[in-house]
């Protein structure tokens, strides 16, 4: 087991692999990771997916066995498959933890991102056929992604909220969590067993504030973890407020704040920044294995992030003041996350399409 990792997880952060593949699976891979680097859950996005399948032999059998259906069916099918062997492999971290690790995600088509209806019934789709308790479905943080989070939440299905950028949209989202909780105490519903992460990401915010600050050098690279510290304080708000408690009362969970995009994208900033920066118990950090294995390598766990919201919203008066548009900055980063999504399922498509006409 190493100890830089398993100190980070003593401290109550749970360590989530941003990657998955068949390869990983079968090779014992992730396995390995679970036993000796504190993994406790895995996400994928389409980017990942795109990548497994169009670099992997381990894919054939099965899509050989697709050649012959729609592509949208195959892809959803190889995904599942893949989501549901790790639920399998993660199910006794899942049983120990009552349901907050062990988590695997799959993520609603990102052309739905806008389509709130088509989210819901997907939503309603990929839960059915991965088939496993310890399932996430990711539904995008946009505004026609808020109610499908509302209604996929009453309908008794645990999802990871994806694509956060702002405090007020973390906010939309909290509230949807609980509206959704609300709903499904109306309905009769277990509580206990709807559990949900709000995924916020990081180094995204400074690649685009960085560019934008000028030679303001001095507030370069903070304001990422500012946002993540503005993140957990609204977080310690809601969850510690009265309509939270009238819900926990009735066994429900609250909705972890989960760090993504913690890999440094500027290779002159430690490589660890957005793992030692983002500690407080009951969070997840979900990473690239090269983060990963830096951290286990050097990593240093920080100062936590109990009661510093007005540290970080200092540091993000100082970078609007210094003439940067926030607003328009998650705009942005919202816009983009959507469609890096869609071009990198695109990819995915014609990858599939490719496979399927090499198997006939």
Request: charged share 25%; aromatic share 6%; with cysteine.
């Amino acid at each position: 087991m190493n100890e830089r990792l398993k100190a980070l997880a003593d401290a109550g952060v749970s360590i989530w692999l941003d990657d998955l593949s068949r390869g990983r699976l079968t090779s014992g891979n992730l396995a390995q990771l679970i036993s000796e680097n504190s993994v406790s859950g895995v996400t994928t996005n389409p980017t990942i997916f795109a990548a497994a399948l169009k670099h992997g032999a381990d894919y054939a059998d099965q899509v050989a066995e697709l050649a012959d259906a729609d592509v949208s069916t195959a892809i959803k099918q190889l995904c599942s498959t893949d989501v549901r062997n790790a639920c399998d492999l993660f199910f006794d971290v899942y049983a120990s933890s009552a349901g907050y690790d062990g988590r695997v995600s799959i993520e609603v088509e990102p052309g739905l991102a806008r389509e709130t209806q088509a989210t819901i019934d997907q939503a309603a789709e990929l839960h059915g056929l991965v088939d496993r308790e310890n399932v996430l479905i990711k539904i995008p943080a946009t505004k026609e992604g808020l109610p499908a989070i509302t209604q996929t939440i009453a309908n008794g299905i645990s999802v990871n909220v994806t694509l956060i950028f702002s405090e007020d949209r973390y906010r939309e989202v909290m509230d949807a969590y609980l509206t959704g909780l609300e709903q499904a105490a109306e309905a009769g519903k277990d509580l206990s067993t709807i559990h949900s992460v709000a995924s916020f990401f990081i180094s995204r915010v400074d690649t685009e504030v960085d560019k934008r600050l000028g030679d303001h050098d001095e507030l370069k690279a903070k304001a990422g973890i500012a946002n993540g510290l503005v993140a957990y304080s609204a977080f310690e708000e809601v969850f510690g407020g009265e309509r939270f408690k009238a819900l926990e009362v009735k066994g429900a969970n609250k909705q972890r704040p989960l760090w993504a995009s913690t890999g440094t994208k500027d290779p002159a900033l430690p490589d660890t920044l957005y793992v030692t920066n983002l500690v407080v118990d009951g969070c997840v950090n979900t990473m690239p294995e090269k983060t990963m294995q830096a951290f286990a390598d050097h990593g240093e766990v920080g100062e936590t992030m109990e009661g510093r919201g007005n540290e970080g919203r200092a540091i993000l008066a100082a970078i609007e003041a210094a003439g940067v548009d926030l607003d328009d900055v998650f705009a942005v980063l919202e816009d983009e996350g959507v469609q890096k999504f869609v071009v990198s399922w695109d990819e995915l498509v014609e990858s599939v399409k490719d496979a399927q006409a090499s198997a006939k």
